[in-house]
């Protein structure tokens, strides 16, 4: 079923000729998806996305995609800012305290589908807004099913490595060469690492958080 066209005032054009090269997925920490779609139209709000898609798989269209909808915020991701200019935003309807319902990752597999062949872009360039704002933003969060994604195709897979070091500069080298370039903490970048390959990880940085990232 194609997207239904609910147009938000709050967008404007890609900045410098840029194209979208990246997806950035989102959750909306909002009741529902008619309270999230009213927001994400609001004048006011500041806001939005090009893409929001409800528990039961309903997908609603607010700016076309040549457009830059106001979806990421500050941040940065492999050394590049203004993500806003270079994405697609697509928000989930979703607290972000439950798991995400099967018909809505079923409408997100075939819309990232679609975009990632319009706009030529790799599956390494989805990313979680989390993940280009380490310490700002949690979303999607840590119950998001990134392995449904990289079996698909859509997402950069997970790959483990023989690594035996707990050296937290050896780890912000790597998340380094995956793409978290943020200036953040130690402590954010951790978190953000681990919500994007794993989630079920607590407590101090382990051998297994470095395992998952590539050599610098």
């Given amino acids: 079923m194609a997207p239904l066209w609910h147009p938000s005032p709050n967008f404007g054009p890609r900045r410098d000729g840029l194209k979208p090269a990246f997806v950035v997925i989102h959750y909306t920490a909002m009741i529902s998806a008619e309270a999230a779609l009213t927001l994400l139209c609001l004048p006011e709000a500041e806001v939005s996305a090009h893409y929001l898609i409800g528990a039961d798989g309903t997908t609603w269209q607010m700016v076309r995609e040549e457009d ?79 392995q449904r994604l990289e079996r698909q195709r859509l997402a950069a897979p997970t790959i483990i490595r023989d690594v035996q070091d707990r050296d937290p500069l050896l780890f912000r080298a790597r998340a380094e060469a995956a793409g978290y370039t943020s200036d953040v903490s130690d402590e954010a970048l951790l978190s953000a690492v681990r919500q994007r390959r794993r989630p079920w990880a607590r407590g101090d940085l382990r051998s297994e958080d470095l395992a998952v990232l590539p050599q610098p």
């Fill in 68 to 146: 830059r909808a106001w979806h990421a915020g500050a941040g940065e991701w492999q050394g590049l800012t203004d993500i806003n200019s270079r994405s697609i935003g697509i928000e989930l309807d979703n607290t972000g305290a439950t798991p995400f319902a099967e018909p809505q990752m079923a409408a997100l597999e075939t819309l990232l589908c679609a975009v990632l062949a319009r706009w030529d872009i790799p599956p390494d360039n989805v990313i979680g807004h989390s993940d280009m704002a380490p310490g700002r933003k949690i979303d999607p969060g840590p119950r998001f099913d990134w």
